[in-house]
């Protein structure tokens, strides 16, 4: 039989356009197709300079004081600390989320489901599918063969050839994920949010023995899903990879990436995002800003899962990295900045975890940060989080919030999402400072001597650069099997990924990564 790759939710033309495949279903809003390398206008504005390596990270003399909000989403407990109880409580709803939150489950679940992947029918998800006639699991070769003899519109741009089917399935059919599943190798499940809409998904790819990989960035849904499914995964061999996109797949491999060029033993990274835009401005869709409204807004639960660790913690090797204050300055960068709060330091964290208990790694401190600008950028920052954090704690608020996002975002989210001169014009560069210790020095009682800078750069995040990272860490779960993991199993994007050539392949294909300097002190 031959091999298929599936990609589960209505595929944006974006993410055909990195397979090179085109989507001619005229009927869906699929969002604009945007330039996979990302061009920025000539008068595009980027916050931050070329960094310096200069100073300790997390330059200050005191440690910033706790905040409640901070502790929650960034803990340093993750996943792998929850204990099996917390495991089975999960199965068994002991622990369900506030009835205002299950409200708005409802009401989410009661809208069309075409809000969120643009399909035709309610509660329906599109499943694209690309079939290979040949027997080997190469996935280059599959693309090839599969559209050598497509079609041609008028502009010259290829068309799907009719040989290829669309699988219709719906996420409270079990059934019909049965179906799927069955004729799939990997599911690319694009559907969010994924705390309404993942579970079902993972499930029955599990049950089928078909692997999935996702774009979530939620850190409760990417936790709970390891305790409720890594063991079933690893039973039947597959692999089951969240955060995959945007989130988190810079982060995690760029950790991995500096670990890898330091000349010795990496301890402590501080990563900065910096998003830079053109003079029509920034705007990010409003699904993102959904899954934040939901998951700020159940968040007791999620400090619940992780207070109920009972394994040893990581241990901390070197200085410990000290957290900066909830705006702080970056000297480096020229820029203030504030902490990052998407599941980026959850699944570093996991990640280490992994490659410490299973590799023999040493593992690495890490805190991630967003750069904002001058002190305009701070202010107006500020009084948006304000906002958000006093409306996401009631139901009404977060009603109000989901939809108005523009106004509450103060422009920044939008039901519309970005236009096409914004998706050209835009791109990221999410710089890593890291410190360490050269061959031969003990980390015990010694101040770290190895300092090194990089960088990973890349288009648009949501609609070019997701797509690339999400397609790319399929073809690499294909074609690098001997690589991944000995077991299958519920991973994080790093320890699935760490020992293949995944950071090659993206840098071919626009998501460059790079060494900045490296200087012995």
């Known amino acids: 039989m031959g091999n298929l790759n599936c990609y ?16 001619d279903r005229a009927d869906e809003k699929a969002p604009p197709t945007p330039k996979v390398n990302g061009t920025n206008d000539e008068n595009a504005t980027c916050v931050g300079t070329t960094p310096l390596l200069t100073g300790n990270l997390a330059d200050a003399d005191e440690e910033a004081p706790p905040v409640d909000l901070l502790e929650d989403l960034t803990d340093d407990r993750t996943e792998e600390e929850i204990p099996l109880t917390a495991k089975e409580d999960a199965r068994a709803g002991e622990n369900p989320p506030p009835e205002d939150l299950l409200k708005d489950r409802a009401e989410e679940e009661a809208s069309p489901i075409s809000k969120v992947v643009s399909v035709e029918s309610e509660n329906e998800c599109i499943l694209e599918s690309i079939y290979d006639s040949g027997n080997e699991c190469n996935t280059d070769k599959m693309l090839d063969s599969s559209w050598s003899n497509q079609d041609e519109d008028a502009t010259g741009r290829p068309t799907l050839s009719s040989e290829v089917g669309i699988i219709i399935c719906d996420i409270t059919n079990p059934a019909s994920l049965d179906e799927m599943a069955k004729q799939a190798t990997v599911v690319l499940n694009c559907v969010g949010p994924y705390r309404f809409y993942g579970e079902p998904v993972i499930k029955a790819c599990i049950e089928n023995g078909t692997s999935c990989i996702d774009i979530s960035g939620e850190p409760q849904f990417l936790e709970l899903m390891y305790w409720k499914y890594h063991e079933k995964a690893a039973e039947k061999g597959v692999y089951i990879i969240g955060s995959s996109g945007f989130d988190s797949i810079p982060a995690d491999l760029g950790v991995i990436y500096t670990r890898d060029k330091m000349n010795g033993t990496l301890t402590a990274v501080e990563s900065f995002l910096t998003i830079c835009s053109g003079p029509e401005g920034l705007s990010i869709h409003d699904g993102t800003w959904k899954s934040a409204v939901y998951g700020f807004g159940d968040k007791s639960n999620l400090k619940k899962l992780r207070n109920e660790s009972d394994m040893k913690p990581v241990p901390i090797v070197g200085p410990k990295l000290k957290r900066r204050w909830p705006i702080s300055y970056c000297r480096e960068l020229s820029s203030y900045s504030i902490p990052f709060l998407g599941a980026d330091v959850s699944v570093v964290k996991r990640t280490q975890r992994y490659l410490h208990e299973n590799l023999e790694q040493s593992p690495v401190q890490y805190a991630a940060y967003v750069t904002v600008g001058g002190i305009t950028s701070v202010i107006k920052l500020m009084f948006a989080g304000l906002f958000f954090l006093f409306f996401v704690r009631f139901g009404i608020g977060r009603q109000l919030l ?120």
């Open 8 to 23: 589960f939710g209505a595929p944006t033309e974006s993410l055909l356009e990195d397979l090179d495949l085109p989507s």
């Open 402 to 521: 989901i939809k108005f996002p523009w106004l509450f975002s103060f422009g920044y989210f939008s039901k519309q999402g970005p236009t096409q001169k914004q998706i050209d014009a835009s791109s990221f560069t999410m710089t890593f400072f890291g410190q360490g210790f050269s061959q031969g020095v003990s980390p015990v009682k010694n101040k770290p001597n190895i300092r090194i800078c990089t960088q990973v750069k890349g288009p648009e995040a949501g609609y070019v650069t997701t797509p690339i990272a999400m397609v790319q860490a399929a073809m690499t779960l294909l074609n690098d099997a001997a690589d991944l993991p000995k077991a299958g199993g519920v991973f994080t994007p790093g320890a699935a990924f760490s020992r293949t050539k995944l950071i090659d392949r993206l840098n071919e294909r626009g998501i460059e990564f790079s060494v900045i300097s490296s200087t012995e002190v």
